[in-house]
């Protein structure tokens, strides 16, 4: 098991409804990575957080934010829920200026009705 | 845009047998990630490849990298059942993933 968790596990909310997902990333770890995997497809990159602030991000929308906390730890904020927003939700940590992989928690299964 | 595409999508194999799982990228890149995941679990790491003619071997798997071809291959040798997982490899250190390869092996 890798030392990163995630919670919840599972939820469910209704479509317009806001959702905030959380990570605590492994220690020493200075790096956070959020992720989207719809059924049967590859993690889409959402964004990454380093040192408290955005350091990347892929082709999401506004609605997609984040968080990092002095500890490292971090949220992933979606509002305005929609349909599509279904999937399971990974963060993975890591070292920025590392060679090492990341590791990743078990994810959040979010379900959007 | 970076584009990460794996071949093949599905894979169908019978013990013992080997294969190879190909992983191309579209632009430069130094370093490359394989992940493993069972359904319904998250993603396990098994090779970060970092140089050019990086190979890296981890029991029945066999990780190797070309960056002037933009190509990682993931050889599997006398397949056994438990490999049965998705297989997706990853690209820059924000980590794009390609689509996946879905590797079933059987008796």
């Known amino acids: 098991e890798t030392g990163v968790t995630q919670s919840p596990t599972h939820l469910i909310k209704t479509r317009g409804q806001q959702v905030t997902l959380r990570c605590s990333s492994q220690?020493?770890?200075?790096?956070v990575s959020w992720y989207q995997q719809a059924l049967g497809q590859g993690p889409q990159f959402i964004f990454q957080?380093?040192?408290?602030?955005?350091?990347g991000r892929g082709n999401f929308p506004p609605r997609f934010s984040g968080l990092q906390f002095p500890n490292y730890s971090s949220e992933l904020n979606v509002n305005a829920l929609e349909l599509d927003d279904s999937a399971l939700y990974l963060c993975?940590?890591?070292?920025?200026?590392?060679?090492?992989?990341?590791?990743f928690g078990q994810g959040t299964r979010l379900t959007v009705v | 845009e970076l584009k990460v595409e794996q071949n093949p999508l599905f894979l169908s194999m019978q013990e013992g047998k080997n294969y190879t799982i190909y992983c191309n990228y579209s632009?430069?890149?130094?370093?490359l990630y394989w992940y493993r995941q069972d359904p319904g679990k998250s993603l396990e790491s098994l090779f970060v490849?970092?140089?050019?003619?990086a190979v890296k071997q981890e029991g029945r798997l066999m990780a190797s990298l070309d960056t002037k071809a933009r190509l990682s291959t993931l050889h599997i040798t006398a397949a056994v059942h438990d490999l049965s997982a998705t297989y997706f490899c990853?690209?820059?250190?924000?980590?794009?993933f390609g689509a996946g390869t879905r590797l079933t092996v059987k008796p």
């Open positions: 993975a940590s890591s070292v920025k200026t590392g060679n090492t992989e990341a590791f």
């Open positions: 220690s020493g770890h200075n790096t």
């Open positions: 957080y380093y040192r408290e602030e955005e350091n």
């Open positions: 632009t430069t890149s130094d370093r």
């Open positions: 490849l970092l140089s050019n003619g």
């Open positions: 990853a690209v820059e250190r924000d980590m794009r």
